[in-house]
C-alpha cells in the first residue's frame, strides 16, 4: 500500500477525535472507517489491512483491527484470510432501498421538530451546519461525511426516538456517495451543504410542510451520490494493499 502522507494521517486522526471525544479509540476509528466508507473513499472490492489503515490514523493496529471486525459484522467489510478486509460492494437496489427507509423515517422526522419546535438546540445545530459548509468549501470527502452525519445524528436526537435514531444512523452508515469527491472538486456541494442552514431556518420559522420538502430535497440529492448498475467509484481516496 502507498504510503499515505504525514498531513493526511494527523488529519485522520482529527477526524476520529472530533467524531467523538468521548468514544473509545476503537470506537473513533471505527467511526472513521464508516465516513471514507460512505465518502467512497475506500474502494468494494479493495482489500485493506489493519496494520496499513493504523499507519495511515496514526494509532496501533490493535484498534483498528478490533475496528473492522466490528465493521465486518455489520456487513461493511468481510475477511481476507493473511491478508486484510474486503470492503463490499453497494448495489444500485441497495441504494434504493436506503433512500426509501430513510424518506420514510427523516422527512416526517423533521417536520414534527419543526411543528414542536426545538429553539434550545438551533445555535449548536447552527455550528454543525457551518462545519458542512467550511468542508465542502475546503473539498474534504471525510470531513465532509463527518461533519454531515454529526449534524443529522444530533438533528435526530431532538426527536426522542432511540429506536429511529439508531436505525437511521445504520442506514447512513451504509450510503456510498461514490460521486462525491468528483462533485466536491467541481464545488459542486454548495448547495446541498447550504441546504443544512435552511432547513434550520424552516425548524426555527415552525413550518414542517417547508422543512418536509427541504428534507426530500436533500435526500434525493444524495441518492444521485450513490450507485447505478453501471457505476465505479471515482479514482483517489484510501490506497488498499497490493499483493502482486
Not at 483498528?64 to 463490499?88: H, M, Q, S, T, Y
Not at 426516538?161 to 445504520?170: G, H, K
Not at 430535497?217 to 481516496?237: D, N, Y
Request: aromatic share 4%; hydrophobic share 45%; glycine share 8%.
Amino acid at each position: 500500500m502507498d504510503e499515505a502522507d504525514a498531513g493526511d494521517r494527523g488529519d485522520s486522526v482529527a477526524d476520529a477525535a472530533r467524531l467523538g471525544e468521548r468514544l473509545s479509540l476503537r470506537e473513533q476509528v471505527a467511526r472513521a472507517i464508516r465516513a471514507a466508507l460512505v465518502a467512497g473513499e475506500m474502494r468494494p472490492g479493495v482489500v485493506y489491512s489493519a496494520p496499513g489503515l493504523a499507519t495511515r490514523f496514526g494509532v496501533s493496529a490493535t484498534p483498528v483491527r478490533e475496528a473492522l471486525l466490528d465493521l465486518a459484522k455489520d456487513g461493511l467489510v468481510e475477511p481476507v484470510r493473511n491478508k486484510g478486509f474486503r470492503v463490499c460492494a453497494l448495489s444500485a437496489r441497495d441504494a434504493d432501498e436506503i433512500h426509501r427507509l430513510r424518506r420514510l423515517l427523516e422527512v416526517p422526522t423533521v417536520a414534527d421538530l419543526a411543528r414542536d419546535g426545538c429553539a434550545d438546540a438551533l445555535p449548536m445545530l447552527r455550528g454543525l451546519a457551518d462545519d458542512i459548509v467550511a468542508a465542502a468549501k475546503r473539498g474534504d470527502p471525510l470531513e465532509y461525511v463527518a461533519a454531515d452525519q454529526r449534524f443529522h445524528t444530533c438533528l435526530l436526537e431532538l426527536a426522542g426516538n432511540a429506536r429511529l435514531l439508531r436505525i437511521v444512523v445504520e442506514l447512513r452508515s451504509q450510503a456510498r456517495l461514490y460521486r462525491l469527491r468528483t462533485l466536491l472538486e467541481r464545488g459542486e456541494v454548495g448547495q446541498a451543504a447550504d441546504e443544512h442552514h435552511e432547513l434550520l431556518d424552516h425548524i426555527e420559522a415552525r413550518d414542517p410542510a417547508a422543512a418536509a420538502r427541504l428534507m426530500e430535497r436533500h435526500l434525493t440529492w444524495s441518492r444521485r451520490m450513490e450507485p447505478e448498475e453501471s457505476a465505479v467509484p471515482a479514482a483517489g481516496g484510501i490506497p488498499g494493499e497490493d499483493f502482486a
